[in-house]
């Protein structure tokens, strides 16, 4: 079975540091990576997906991801943080089936 | 630009009703999905659809169904509601390259 882990329910971070939030997974072969965003009371948004290739992903406002096969993990990282970036982010993995599966997500929290 | 709509943000139903959760497309795909959010739970797979009238079970499918009659729309049923289903629900689609896409969710209480 596909599962995936995200360590830390919340990460803070002041504005125009790096930040980083955590995704290890765990799938046999070679999976499907994907970071999505969400707003307040709004649906999840694509970020970013890894599927093969170069290990270091960019996506969408400025994050980028790191794929790590010996240590599974796929870290989402970027260099600036924005207090705009405050949001629930959500890593997920796809193996076998045409459906994700989510880490219970962590919330990030940028201070001015 | 992609689209997922879903036919209501907020509903409020009460236990034993009959609930219809509905997900429209644009995007031709073939996939389409139903999940629920729950603080700390992450995202749920409640039941997958990869072509009209298809349909597999997800994680937690007990006390849903589902219906997939045309391509571009996707429904939620619960059948007799209960508190329990108090939730988030998210649908979402995809198509051959893989990435899905979310609708706005749809906030149930069961009361």
């Known amino acids: 079975a596909q599962s995936v882990a995200q360590p830390e329910d919340q990460v803070n971070v002041a504005e125009g540091n790096p930040l980083t939030v955590k995704c290890t997974y765990s799938v046999s072969g070679n999976p499907y990576l994907f970071w999505y965003v969400q707003y307040p009371n709004r649906g999840l948004q694509f970020l970013l997906k890894y599927i093969t290739g170069d290990n270091l992903v960019k996506g969408s406002y400025g994050f980028e991801a790191e794929f790590n096969k010996s240590q599974t993990s796929f870290h989402l990282k970027k260099p600036s943080a924005l207090v705009s970036d405050s949001a629930l982010y959500f890593c997920?993995?796809?193996?076998?089936?045409?459906?994700?599966?989510f880490g219970s997500g962590t919330r990030l929290q940028v201070q001015p | 630009d992609v689209k997922v709509t879903q036919s209501s943000r907020y509903l409020v139903k009460r236990t034993g009703e009959k609930v219809f959760l509905e997900c429209v497309q644009d995007m031709d795909h073939e996939n389409m999905f139903w999940y629920r959010q729950d603080p700390g739970l992450g995202l749920r797979l409640i039941y997958f659809?990869?072509?009209?009238?298809?349909?597999e079970k997800g994680d937690i499918p007990e006390g849903y169904s589902v219906s997939r009659e045309k391509k571009e729309r996707f429904s939620l049923i619960l059948e007799s509601a209960s508190t329990n289903q108090t939730s988030m629900y998210l649908c979402?689609?995809?198509?051959?390259?893989?990435?899905?896409?979310f609708g706005p969710g749809t906030r149930l209480l069961v009361l």
């Open positions: 659809s990869y072509d009209v009238k298809m349909k």
């Open positions: 997920a993995v796809r193996k076998g089936r045409r459906a994700l599966t």
């Open positions: 979402a689609s995809s198509g051959v390259k893989e990435t899905q896409y």
